[in-house]
């Protein structure tokens, strides 16, 4: 049976969002490992700090909101030493920062022997990839369904 170039071409498009779909499903999982470790890391750290941080930029980030409303967040780098070592990170804030201000941070030894700032929510993270596979599986199993119509009509 022949076939419509459109047709070939939605085909392809269906072959292209299978992939997308497993893309999506090892992306939760591989999330899911790793917000899992440094929630473990973090937990586990024999040395965790809250101390001050030297700003030396800060950049204005612009963002709607649900209601159309802007917020004013700021991404704030900054540096800071521990036993000699100067180590550079930034930092989302909501409120304007000048270069030479202080911004109080906390940090963890990780099992490296470096320190890193605190995780973020990991809880939240941890669900958000966690959501991502049972949207790829279920984009998986309607576009193999749509594959496997295509290729039965074709053997027809």
């Not at 890391?41 to 649900?66: G, I, P």
């Not at 369904?145 to 027809?156: A, F, Q, S």
């Amino acid at each position: 049976m022949y076939r419509l170039p459109s047709e070939e071409k939605a085909h392809k498009e269906e072959i292209g969002a299978l992939i997308l779909s497993i893309i999506i499903i090892i992306a939760g999982i591989g999330g899911m490992i790793y917000t899992k470790r440094l929630s473990w890391e973090y937990k586990n750290s024999t040395d965790v700090r809250t101390m001050d941080a030297l700003v030396y930029s800060c950049k204005q980030t612009d963002e709607k909101d649900d209601d159309g409303e802007r917020k004013e967040k700021y991404k704030v780098r900054f540096t800071y030493e521990i036993d000699g070592t100067t180590y550079d990170d930034f930092k989302t804030c909501y409120k304007k920062m000048k270069k030479g201000d202080t911004v109080p941070i906390t940090v963890y030894r990780n099992s490296k022997g470096q320190y890193k700032l605190e995780p973020g929510p990991t809880p939240v993270y941890f669900l958000a990839f966690a959501a991502m596979i049972p949207l790829g599986l279920i984009g998986c199993i309607v576009l193999s369904k749509d594959i496997i119509k295509y290729h039965r009509e074709e053997k027809e």
